[in-house]
Each structure stands twice: as C-alpha cells, then as structure tokens.
C-alpha cells in the first residue's frame, strides 16, 4: 500500500509564508492532493497536482512536486488566520478510487 | 448543489450498541465512498460502491461493520456491536467518476 506521511503540526505568524511538507512511497502515475479541514467542517479540497507536474499556483496557493525524492510541499503566502486547520495530503495511484491519506499537518496562525 | 450530508453529527454509544450512520450524496454521483479517521491518525479508506455495488471493501475493519448502498442514493455504515476501537471521524464521499472527491463534513462516533 502507499505510505503518505506529514509532519503534525506548524505554527506561523500571520502575514508570513507556511509551507507544508508531505512525502509519499508510490512511484507509479498518481495524482496528490492537499484537503483543508477546518474545525467542525469536512474536508474541503484546496488543490491537486498530477505526478508529471512539477509546479501548480492558485492565488495564494503553490504546490511543488519533486518527483525523485517523492516530496510535495504546499506553500500558502501571506498566510491569515482563517488558513489555522488541518490540511491533509492524500494520494491516488492512477486508475484507483483510493485516496491514501497523510496524519494531517495541524497549521496555527499566530498574531 | 447540495454537497454531501453525514447523520448525525455526532453520536455517543455504550460499548456493544449498535450505531448506523447515513450519507446522502451529491444527486447524481455513482461514486460513495466510507473513510475513518481514528484518534487524530491518517484517513483511512473503509469502502468504495459504484451505484449499488460495492467496488471495493478492502479497508473494512472486520464483519461488525456493515455498509448498504440500497438504490444507489445514500448509503448506510452500521456497526454492530461496537467496540471503544471504533471511535474516531467517519467520512462520507462522492464523485461522478474518478474526478476529486467531495467529503461530507463526517460522523464523530464515541464508544465509551
């Protein structure tokens, strides 16, 4: 199975830069993804990468995907109090329903 | 469109009680999906029915859970009986095909 693995926790100061860290095991074709959970809530999906990408922005969302190390990283620029949740990384083996899911970086936003 | 519909929010039961959950998922989706997220640790994958039909029931824990998808709308989670093990967030998910997909806001099972 795919092992997908996060640190737990990150701790930013409003207005600086958060990067979020996720490294994965599975080589073959498949899709990562970055959820956003905020407290009470369900999982909202912020973003997704296929693997032969290297790079996707949106707004003030950049994903990277270095595919040799296995790593991809979530960088939230200017980052506001309303992004303190649990973002999850999940991946899914091209041509699998699966989503293999991280622990979950538990993100808090200080003043 | 309505998203995703977990019920209930939350449900506190006894130790070999019984608990069934509900999804209802987005109109139109044949894909339903069943995660868990035990004690703060991965999400991780229970079951997957296309329709009716259960494609994929590779994560379900043991025989105490069972999951019915009766006319392809929503979908039922049963445990029976439960142990303190099953605790944890229970999530629901749909998609039209293999596209992302959309999670209820999920199911805070507590077995005491």
């Known amino acids: 199975g795919e092992d997908v693995e996060q640190s737990l926790f990150l701790s930013v100061r409003e207005g600086d830069s958060s990067v979020i860290n996720c490294t994965y095991t599975d080589s073959s074709s498949t899709y990562l993804y970055w959820y956003k959970q905020e407290p009470g809530a369900g999982l909202q999906l912020l973003t997704y990468?296929?693997?032969?990408?290297d790079m996707k922005q949106d707004q003030r969302l950049t994903v990277l995907l270095n595919k040799k190390d296995k790593h991809l990283s979530l960088r939230i620029a200017d980052t506001q109090t309303g992004d303190s949740a649990i973002y999850f990384c999940a991946e899914r083996i091209y041509g699998d329903y699966k989503l293999s899911f991280g622990a979950g970086t538990t993100v808090t936003v200080r003043a | 469109e309505a998203g995703v519909t977990q019920f209930p929010s939350h449900s506190v039961i006894e130790k070999g009680q019984t608990v069934t959950l509900r999804c209802d998922p987005i109109?139109?989706?044949?894909?339903l999906y069943w995660y868990r997220r035990v004690m703060g640790k991965e999400i991780k994958f229970l079951l997957h029915?296309?329709?009716?039909?259960?494609?994929?029931e590779s994560g379900m824990p043991n025989n105490r859970f069972l999951a019915e998808r009766t006319g392809g709308t929503y979908s039922t989670l049963k445990v029976q009986p439960a142990e303190l093990e099953d605790s944890g967030v229970y999530f629901c998910a749909s998609s039209p095909d293999n596209s992302p997909l959309h999670f209820g806001n999920g199911t805070r099972l507590t077995v005491t």
């Open positions: 109109s139109g989706h044949d894909n």
């Open positions: 029915f296309v329709k009716e039909s259960k494609q994929d």
């Open positions: 990468i296929f693997s032969n990408m």
